[in-house]
């Protein structure tokens, strides 16, 4: 009888990339010698955390920050927090009068990233909301003036969660916004066989694969589905 070692039990790496040396030959030449210090930072405390593969990849973090610049983004919601990655590099990409509301059920894993976020001195700009995203998400829709005013919002949480964020975000976000959504392609799970999925792997793939396929047919937001990282999936709403 063969037994399953614990190596062999784990989540392959996030890169979707099949080749791990093309992988890193991206984020060597292009994404490394370009990250701030303090995501660099920030990134490396991570890596000795029990659950450090649910950061933003570096090489997703990169194009985010494009997305932020080229939408002008000053009011952004995320939904999803963890230690922090995601969350200080839009920090970092928008105005210093820019305002982020960030959504998480622990304060925990942020608390690990927070002296970073402290000393990049840019911790006036994020308003850390601890709690289940649905229900500030309802809060802010109670406010009329709060519909359409958001420029940018980034999703990386539950996954049987995004398809009620999507519709709450797509309220929120302004016509011609943007919403990304991390974590599309699930570890590449989504285009494999279920028998060949690990067990704690199939819950996410199953709400992933049935996200997916309603973004492509919702007439209300533009889509691209980046194969970079574990997969981004970017929304412009349209309408």
């Known amino acids: 009888m063969e037994h399953t070692t614990k190596k062999e039990r ?3 790496t996030k890169g979707i990339l099949q080749s791990e040396e093309l992988h890193q030959y991206v984020l060597e030449t292009s994404v490394y010698p370009r990250e701030p210090e303090f995501l660099k930072e920030l990134r490396d405390v991570t890596s000795s955390h029990p659950w450090a593969f649910m950061g933003t990849a570096p090489d997703a973090g990169q194009l985010m920050a494009m997305l932020l610049k080229l939408a002008k983004a000053k009011k952004t ?3 999803g927090v963890f230690t922090g ?5 839009t920090a970092l990409s928008i ?3 820019g305002k982020i509301t960030a959504i998480d059920v622990s304060r925990e894993s942020y608390e690990i990233g927070l002296p ?3 000393k990049a ?5 994020i308003d850390f909301i601890e709690s289940q995203a649905l229900p500030v998400l309802d809060k802010l829709l109670e406010d009329n003036e709060n519909e359409g005013s958001f ?3 980034f999703v990386d949480a539950n ?3 995004y398809m009620n964020y999507h519709e709450r975000l797509i309220k929120l976000v302004k016509i011609g916004g943007i919403i990304a959504y991390d974590n599309t392609l699930w570890f590449g799970t989504v285009a494999m066989p279920e028998e060949m999925v690990l067990e704690e792997l199939k819950p996410g793939r199953e709400s992933t694969i049935k996200f997916n396929k309603m973004l492509a047919v919702d007439s209300r937001v533009m889509i691209s589905h980046a194969s970079i990282g574990d997969g981004i999936t970017i929304c412009m709403r349209v309408h």
């Open 159 to 161: 996954k049987d969660g």
């Open 85 to 89: 990655y995601s969350l200080l590099l």
């Open 10 to 12: 784990q989540p392959p």
């Open 116 to 118: 970073i976020i402290k």
């Open 95 to 97: 105005p210093d009068d």
């Open 151 to 153: 420029d940018f919002a």
């Open 77 to 79: 919601i995320e939904v």
């Open 121 to 125: 001195g840019i911790g006036h700009k």
